[in-house]
Nanobody, 125 residues
Framework: QVRLVESGGGLMQAGGSLRLSCVAS????????IGWFRQAPGKEREFVAA????????YHADSVKGRFTISRDNAKNTVYLQMVSLKPEDTAVYYC??????????????????WGQGTQVTVSS
């Protein structure tokens, strides 16, 4: 079992920055992929970015590429999502998730096995 706890969400004006954190605990997750997803009201859960814990390979959705950066701190068991140049369309609940499978980074929420409770990000225009 892996427990994920997100933090760092809040209200921000367009153009601002936020950093989300996801602290992982529980069984070893050195081979896992940790991903960030988001879900706006009335929309499906959307892949944002992911990082393979071992090796640090990352992948970012085209919609956030150049503005969002995923990273990890092994010593703190924490994955970060640095968000800059925020836009109103970034408003959503952001979730951290863990995928046990090995191989390529999955972009589908259905492939992820563990989820955090989510943190709200609201960007005003």
């Amino acid at each position: 079992q892996v427990r994920l706890v997100e933090s760092g969400g809040g209200l921000m004006q367009a153009g601002g920055s936020l950093r989300l954190s996801c602290v992982a605990s529980g069984r070893t997750f050195s081979t896992y992929v940790i991903g960030w997803f988001r879900q706006a009201p009335g929309k499906e859960r959307e892949f944002v970015a992911a990082i393979r814990w071992s090796g640090g390979t990352t992948y970012h959705a085209d919609s956030v590429k150049g503005r969002f950066t995923i990273s990890r701190d092994n010593a703190k068991n924490t994955v970060y999502l640095q968000m800059v140049s925020l836009k109103p369309e970034d408003t959503a609940v952001y979730y951290c998730a863990a995928d046990r499978s090995i191989g390529r980074i999955n972009l589908s929420a259905n492939e992820y096995d563990y989820w955090g409770q989510g943190t709200q990000v609201t960007v005003s225009s």
